[in-house]
């Protein structure tokens, strides 16, 4: 149903670098799953709305007013690398 | 004197009597973690001497689960990928505890990222249950359950997806609150589903777990998702009565699977209520089967997206690749996702990517969120016949470790009464309702409607002084 290619797609899309061995576990145990997932199927729901949310969600919106925010220092104490009060990345564009 | 047995109502009594300090109870909870940490290894990070305040209004020392951040401590999610993350704000529950003089003990392990039942995928390796440490502390919040149960801490914050603070609570023995989706804050949590997911009180008993919730409910203008209601006093609703009420037995949740002791014990305790004028009735909830699956595809969907944003840029890990295989900027994010991420995150990342991916959305997620109408539905109509409805918590007793940790599958099905109250909203209590022959917790499960905690307050509350 799910093949070792199948995983390594999802794997690029979900951007983790899966070893060969990891490949072959995770094809196992997700087969198991979606076979499992798959009793969803002896229902008919072609009329029943679907819930994403419990609660009836509204937009919320406050006034465009200034309010404290962290200063670009505070903000860069996280991070792993930084360069002149930057976040220091690989290059991206050649 | 061992103020660290004590629950945190008898400690506030003794506090206002003049009998015991902050800092006697606080001792006591230190040396209780030099004395079992070791064994029970309920933490993932011991803070250095928190702040006392003598003459807050409730000095209590508390566990705060590894997701939920805390202003310059070390917050991980149990992860490798987020090593050395010192989150810069509070919580909103933080900064509410912060106000009431609570005192914070530590961060307690967790599974990674909160997926898993026996807080076995713990970067910082597994907890272990006080009342048998060959066994499993139940997940994802075993490290609060445990640090509660094992006098380790006198509260502890949990939070709950598909049932990580009531299934721990069962099987260490102690309370476990999951609120109304809403009810707290989830700012400053650190998110796997966001629309399940909910921070609730662990405790020892049910006054505690009202205190508690009195502390960290209400609406906040940095979680659009909380509801702007009045919070109630919830200790008020701990009343020695249950007369009148009409309580739901559902069919569905006593099939096999389920341990006789369990049952047996579940029943004992419907006896008790019935005793205190309580009625009982057995209910349907008929999509019960499909709820385990409903779940693993919308909480893994969220959760692949929820982690997307872990990819070495900005905090936590980086892995700088040894060689470009396609761009020095994609192999960063790929081989950070691959070291910092264990097996189990990347198996839900996998699924829930799967599921929302082109050509598979509409028979997974889809199919997902319309199930999830039906379970809600099912919930709906309970509750025009009945108040409450009471089922086990975990259908065993804690299991070993190592025992489920090869098979996914079985993991997830230890979930299986808690995951329907994550899907359809509702408020869910865990309490303890008796002991295995093994001498092992079995949990009894109250849900109640939305926003009522106050009826599983009053139900837990008569339970417990006539139990």
């Known amino acids: 149903m799910i093949s070792k290619n199948d995983v390594k797609y999802v794997a690029s899309l979900s951007r983790i670098h899966l070893k060969d061995e990891e490949v072959q576990a995770l094809t196992q145990d997700l087969e198991r799953i979606l076979g499992y997932i798959k009793n969803l199927e002896k229902l008919d729901t072609s009329h029943v709305e679907p819930t994403s949310h419990v609660l009836p969600l509204k937009n919320v919106f406050r006034e465009d007013i200034i ?10 104490k996280i991070s792993v690398e930084q360069q002149n009060g930057f976040f220091k990345v690989p290059k991206i564009i050649e | 004197m061992t103020p660290n047995t004590l629950t945190a109502h008898a400690i506030l009594d003794l506090i206002k009597q003049k009998k015991l300090s902050a800092k006697d109870v606080f001792a006591s909870v230190s040396a209780q973690i030099q004395k079992t940490e070791k064994d029970v290894h309920a933490y993932a990070t011991i803070f250095d ?33 987020l090593s050395g993350f010192k989150p810069p704000y509070d919580a909103t529950v933080i900064q509410k505890l912060k106000a009431s003089g609570a005192v914070f003990t ?49 509260w502890a914050l949990g939070s709950d997806t598909g049932g990580s ?8 023995g102690v309370v476990g609150l999951k609120p109304t989706y809403g009810r707290v804050s989830r700012y400053g949590l ?14 020892k008993d049910i006054t505690d777990a009202a205190l508690l919730l009195n502390i960290i409910a209400g609406h906040d203008e940095h979680d659009s998702t909380s509801v702007d209601l009045p919070v109630p006093d919830y200790t008020k609703a701990l009343r020695n009565d249950v007369k009148g009420l009409k309580i739901g037995i559902p069919k569905e949740y006593f099939i096999e699977g389920i341990d006789p002791q369990v049952k047996k014990s579940v029943f004992d305790a419907i006896a008790i209520l019935k005793k205190c004028g309580a009625t009982f009735e057995e209910i349907s909830l008929p999509h019960t089967e499909y709820a385990v699956s409903t779940y693993y595809i919308v909480a893994t969907a969220e959760a692949s997206s929820n982690l997307a ?31 910092g991420f264990g097996t189990e995150a990347k198996r839900r990342i996998m699924l829930g990517t799967y599921a929302l991916s082109s050509g598979y959305y509409d028979a997974y997620y889809l199919k997902g969120l319309k199930v999830r109408t039906l379970i809600k539905k099912d919930f709906d109509e309970a509750f025009k016949k009945v108040d409450a409805i009471i089922t086990p918590t975990s259908p065993t007793t804690a299991f070993k470790i190592g025992e489920k ?6 993991m997830y099905l230890s979930d299986i009464y808690t995951i329907s109250a994550n899907l359809s909203g509702i408020p869910a209590i865990s309490i303890p309702c008796g002991l295995s022959k093994d001498n092992l917790p079995i949990g009894l499960q109250i849900m109640a409607k939305p926003f009522d905690e106050e009826m599983l307050f009053r139900i837990g509350f008569t339970f417990e002084q006539n139990k």
Not at chain 2, 49 to 76: R, S
Not at chain 2, 165 to 172: G, K
Not at chain 2, 311 to 339: A, M, N, V
Not at chain 2, 405 to 410: A, E, K, M
């Open chain 2, 165 to 172: 603070i009531r299934q721990p609570a069962a099987l260490c």
């Open chain 1, 67 to 76: 309010k404290p925010s962290f200063s670009q220092q505070e903000a860069l």
């Open chain 2, 405 to 410: 940790t090869n098979d996914p599958l079985s």
């Open chain 2, 190 to 203: 650190i998110a796997f589903a966001s629309s399940l997911d909910q921070i609730g009180p662990i405790t």
């Open chain 2, 106 to 154: 530590g961060h307690a392990n967790m599974d990674e990222f909160a997926f898993g039942s026996s807080t076995e995928t713990s970067y910082y390796g597994p907890t272990r249950n006080p009342w048998n440490l060959a066994c499993v502390p139940g997940g994802s919040s075993g490290g609060s359950a445990a640090a509660v149960a094992a006098n380790e801490a006198i």
């Open chain 2, 309 to 339: 944003r872990f990819d070495g840029i900005q905090y936590g890990l980086r892995r700088k690749p040894d060689h470009i295989r396609k761009t020095p900027l994609i192999d960063l994010y790929e081989e950070t996702r691959d070291i």
């Open chain 2, 49 to 81: 001497a928190p702040q006392i305040q003598e003459n807050a209004a409730v000095p209590i020392p508390i566990a705060i689960k590894d997701n939920i951040c805390i202003k310059g401590e070390l917050t991980t999610c149990s992860s490798q990928i």
